[in-house]
């Protein structure tokens, strides 16, 4: 999967008077998943939005929809956001009791599973719930808020996370990063192996469409 980049684009950094439109502005400038980031005010002390936003923006654009979710309990809500047309879903394992059943449960239903490593958060807590996930998403800050500082020493993660993709044979896994990624670091995180590049503000603030150009340009390695 090293070969495999994308880049989603986090709606949270949008400006959601215009969200449709600039949705589909990131669409045709070349973005490859919409990331939706989906806060409780618990799990994180941020609310953003939930399915009656996720129910509207749906028929605007084609591209898949991976949803973060940064809310306790996730185990309630998965169904009701894969019928409200979402592709993706990660979740938080200190966020929900059974980690497993939950995996299993969204992909029962038909959606890729991925599950979320906070910047504290070490990777061999994946030891076990690695041999079901499609996606682990590293995140690069601590979650809840949109246009925070990269965390360098959370791109250690990636080497130590497919060191245990190797071991236990599943190198398919889709490796995700998300907070602070920026134009000028993408190259270096995309050179560790990164498959899904997750930007807000470096997508949505300024011109959307120069900015998915020269991310993309420079997430090739
Ligand atoms: O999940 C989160 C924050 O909790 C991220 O998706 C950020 O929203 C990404 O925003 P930037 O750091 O790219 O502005």
Not at 42 to 68: C, Q, S, W
Not at 134 to 154: A, E, H, R
Not at 184 to 195: F, L, M, T
């Amino acid at each position: 999967m090293e070969n495999k980049k994308l880049l989603a684009p986090s709606i949270l950094s949008a400006d959601f008077s215009k969200l449709g439109k600039q949705i589909k502005i990131a669409e045709n400038a070349g973005a490859d998943i919409i990331h939706l980031d989906v806060m409780d005010g618990r799990y994180v002390p941020n609310i953003t939005f939930g399915m009656p936003i996720i129910e509207k923006i749906r028929p605007l654009t084609k591209l898949p929809f991976d949803a973060h979710l940064m809310i306790v309990e996730p185990e309630k809500y998965v169904a009701d956001f894969i019928k409200a047309g979402v592709d993706m879903i990660s979740f938080h394992m200190d966020a929900t009791i059974h980690s497993h059943r939950l995996v299993e449960k969204i992909k029962s239903l038909g959606a890729k599973a991925g599950v979320v490593l906070n910047p504290a958060t070490p990777v061999n807590t994946l030891e076990e719930i690695i041999y079901y996930v499609d996606y682990v998403l590293i995140m690069s800050v601590n979650p809840g808020f949109g246009g925070q500082k990269f965390i360098p020493q959370t791109l250690l993660k990636v080497k130590k996370l497919k060191n245990l993709m190797e071991t236990t044979g599943r190198t398919d896994i889709l490796i995700e990063m998300d907070g602070g990624i920026n134009k000028d670091n993408i190259n270096k995180i995309s050179r560790e192996g990164v498959n899904i590049f997750v930007a807000g503000s470096a997508v949505f603030k300024g011109n959307i469409e120069e900015n998915i150009k020269t991310l993309k340009e420079n997430m090739k390695i």
